[in-house]
């Protein structure tokens, strides 16, 4: 669903294959896909968004941060 492997930008281009094999186990993502959807709803549902592959932090705490400026603008939109 993704143009690229997020195992590969964690990991960054020199990692080995086991390395690389190491972190797709510890985000789970060698397991099938309903498996990882099915996790991924469970913790979806105790309000656990997970972490962004990119800026490495916790979702709820990007989305936190970037609340009072999206409601301003949703404000002056109305």
Known sequence: LLPADP???????SATPD???N???QLGLDQPFIVQY????????SGDLGRSYI???E???LIVSRLPASL?????AI
């Open 38 to 45: 099915w996790h991924y709803l469970t913790r979806l549902l």
């Open 19 to 21: 390395t690389v094999e």
């Open 72 to 76: 301003l603008l949703m404000v002056g």
């Open 59 to 61: 979702v709820t705490e």
């Open 55 to 57: 800026q490495r932090s």
């Open 7 to 13: 195992v590969r930008q964690i990991a960054g281009r």
């Open 23 to 25: 972190i797709r186990r």
